[in-house]
């Protein structure tokens, strides 16, 4: 009975002092986690970084805005000069600039590409010269004259133009639409009208390294 009281007696020990390693295991652990340990931040403040604007305009109405201005009465053969200034009042350079161009109310004037209206496009070094009365103006060059487009059917989309320094922010590019109403339409095109809107889409410069 003795040794049956020690092996218990044993036994009991063995699990206190069990009980207590595991608890002393546990509190090192949570002064191990305690421990404070160095830190270092350094801030740097970037200077501001900001975004370009690509931006296209056309003056109002007036000497260098006639787009402005339409015809009557027109027959086969007419030809109708009109004088606009295409500037890039942006900050940031372009690759192109296009042409878009959209009729409504639209008719046989402008769907017709063999004999309905046609359009070119120059520009001249310096302003135009203006000549005539209104809307039939007349344009002269003092300067050097430059092809931005040749003759085509006047309704195009993303239409290219070359010989533009408006590619470069704050140029201005002074330009003069001719169009003209082929002598070869026939009747079906009497009687008809269309309003025709140009739309000059610049697409911003290449990425570069900043």
Not at 7 to 20: C, E, G, N, P
Request: aromatic share 4%; proline share 3%; charged share 10%.
């Amino acid at each position: 009975m003795a040794k049956n009281n020690n092996f218990a007696h044993l036994l009991l020990k063995r699990r206190v002092l069990l009980t207590l390693l595991v608890l002393g295991i546990a509190a090192g652990l949570i002064r191990l986690g305690t421990y404070a340990t160095f830190t270092s931040t350094a801030d740097v403040a970037q200077s501001a970084i900001t975004s370009g604007t690509v931006t296209l305009s056309v003056p109002g109405a007036g000497a260098t805005n006639r787009l402005t201005l339409g015809a009557t009465n027109i027959v086969p053969g007419d030809t109708m000069q009109r004088a606009v200034d295409l500037s890039n009042t942006g900050n940031t350079n372009m690759s192109s600039v296009t042409l878009t161009t959209t009729a409504s109310p639209s008719s046989l004037l402008d769907t017709d590409t063999t004999n309905g209206l046609q359009v070119v496009i120059d520009k001249c070094s310096v302003a135009w010269t203006e000549s005539g009365v209104s809307p039939a103006f007349t344009y002269t060059c003092g300067g050097t004259t430059s092809s931005v487009l040749a003759s085509r059917p006047i309704i195009g989309s993303a239409i290219a133009l070359s010989n533009l320094t408006v590619t470069t922010a704050g140029a201005t590019d002074r330009l003069r639409v001719t169009i003209t109403f082929p002598s070869g339409a026939g009747n079906t095109f009497q009687g008809l009208s269309s309003t025709i809107t140009y739309s000059f889409n610049g697409t911003q410069r290449a990425a570069t390294n900043e």
